[in-house]
């Protein structure tokens, strides 16, 4: 396992590299993952094919960013879509889970609110976007839910999926790299760095390298087994922390500190005395190595990042709104919600109501906001049932060390990025997966959903 996980981590790296020095090879990249993972869904035995799919679906998630900045696949939001077939795949060949019915009201209530938009937006290429940006990603967690909801894989099976959605984040993480390697000569503001960003958005590149950072921090601490995985673990914490942080996109960062400190804490109180030493000193080699990233950071950035960091323009001086305009634009979404409380204003309308109004093209980023204000009370049950589901999941199921890192990361991120990647919506199912112990009868075997 170790050298496997070694060589494909090579591999991706290789990946990462070409990509970058040949954009074109994106698209071969994009169409052999469909075609390697179909055929690895249909091949797989009856009883592994729902750690097979998720395990696919991780994939994607991990690969989603360079499939976009390199223009990869047929459309923009492919990634979404490819992660609802895989799923639809799964809930074909094993149903779902009976308690997971409130998954179903959940997707009919986002119905209600097309045929809203319907009536005010031009039937066309509005309404496609609506639906390709504003529900593709709500659809693709409602079916994710469905599918991961109960389902049950070993320890190890969960470690091997994350390794499924690190290698290509290691892709990613190369690719920025290549694209930028010294930070230093383009950070000149406290601004979003596109640049220090591989020229694509800030906000999703730190999401996604700051995700890279949690998994490559849950496997130093609960699945790596070796002092050589170990060590290359850490050096790739530094590197995703690092590039993650210098993107001055914040968002990513503190919400994978966030899971991060979710996990510590839920491990710690499960582990013994022996173990809980063990972990103390596994925590201070983490610190420190965080304490050295954060000094790269600072030097490399010219100390831009520090002031970034405590709502400082590149002078020092104080900025007066630390949400950079965006609580504004949620209480502009919520105003929408109170002039149309039934049903909403419809899906997509909210940016083009916005410049109607105001004659800025904004989107506030913020999925509580947005789902309130284009569906109306049905989209307020929508996350409520999304909010509650997974806790009431929680007290009758504990197995899973990650819950509430998952959990959080899907809260954090849609409060920041919205769903504009597929990441938040599977990372959220994921919080629904049943974990149980490998024993020797199960090992790599994966025991079917409970009706």
């Keep these: 396992m170790q050298n496997n996980y070694l060589k494909l981590l090579g591999l991706h790296v290789i990946i ?51 499939f976009r900045v390199t223009n990869s696949g047929p459309f923009y939001e492919a990634s979404k879509y490819l992660i609802i077939l895989f799923c ?15 998954y179903l009201l959940y997707l009919l209530l986002l119905i209600p609110s097309i045929y809203v938009s319907l009536y005010v937006l031009d039937i066309g290429q509005n309404i496609r976007k609506a639906i390709a940006f504003n529900l593709s990603g709500p659809v693709c967690l409602g079916v994710a839910a469905l599918f991961c909801y109960n389902l049950k894989l070993t320890k190890t099976q969960l470690g091997s999926m994350l390794n499924y959605a690190v290698y290509p984040l290691v892709s990613t993480l190369v690719y920025v790299i290549a694209y930028n390697p010294n930070v230093a000569a383009v950070s000149n503001s406290t601004g979003s760095n596109f640049a220090a960003s591989g020229g694509f958005g800030p906000n999703q590149m730190s999401t996604v390298l700051g995700l890279g950072f949690f998994i490559m921090t849950i496997r130093f601490f ?7 995985i170990r060590y290359l673990d850490l050096l790739f914490i530094l590197l995703f922390a690092f590039r993650a942080i210098v993107t001055f996109s914040r968002g990513g960062v503190l919400t994978a500190i966030i899971m991060i400190l979710a996990f510590v804490v839920i491990l710690y109180n499960h582990t013994s005395k022996t173990q809980k030493r063990n972990l103390l000193f596994s925590l201070i080699g983490f610190l420190v190595i965080g304490l050295v990233t954060w000094l790269i950071s600072a030097s490399q950035t010219n100390g831009l990042i520090e002031k970034r960091y405590a709502n400082q323009n590149a002078m020092g001086i104080e900025k007066s709104d630390v949400t950079t305009g965006r609580g504004e634009l949620f209480l502009a979404e919520f105003d929408e919600f109170l002039e149309h409380p039934f049903l909403g ?35 307020m049950i929508a996350f409520t049932i999304l909010l509650l589901v997974p806790l009431f999941f929680r007290l009758q199921n504990r197995s899973n060390v990650l819950f509430f890192s998952f959990y959080l990361f899907w809260l954090l991120t849609i409060n920041h990025s919205a769903m504009r990647i597929a990441a938040p919506a599977f990372i959220y199912a994921l919080s629904l997966l049943y974990i149980i112990d490998d024993t020797p009868s199960l090992h790599r075997k994966q025991i079917n959903k409970a009706q």
Excluded: W
């Design 16 to 66: 990462g590299v070409l990509v970058y020095l040949f954009r074109p090879l994106g698209q071969v990249y994009f169409y052999g993952v469909i075609s390697y993972f179909i055929l690895k869904i249909i091949s797989t035995k009856p009883q592994l094919k729902g750690f097979q799919i998720v395990s696919a679906c991780a994939y994607i998630v991990g690969a989603e960013v360079v």
């Design 88 to 102: 639809v795949i799964g809930l074909f060949y094993q149903g779902f889970s009976k308690k997971a019915t409130s």
């Design 222 to 228: 609960y699945f790596s087994k070796t002092k050589l």
């Design 345 to 379: 204003v419809g899906v997509g309308r909210v940016k083009d109501l916005r410049f109607q109004k105001t004659g800025i093209h904004a989107a506030s980023h913020n999925e509580m906001s947005r789902i309130i204000a284009e569906h109306g009370l049905l989209g």
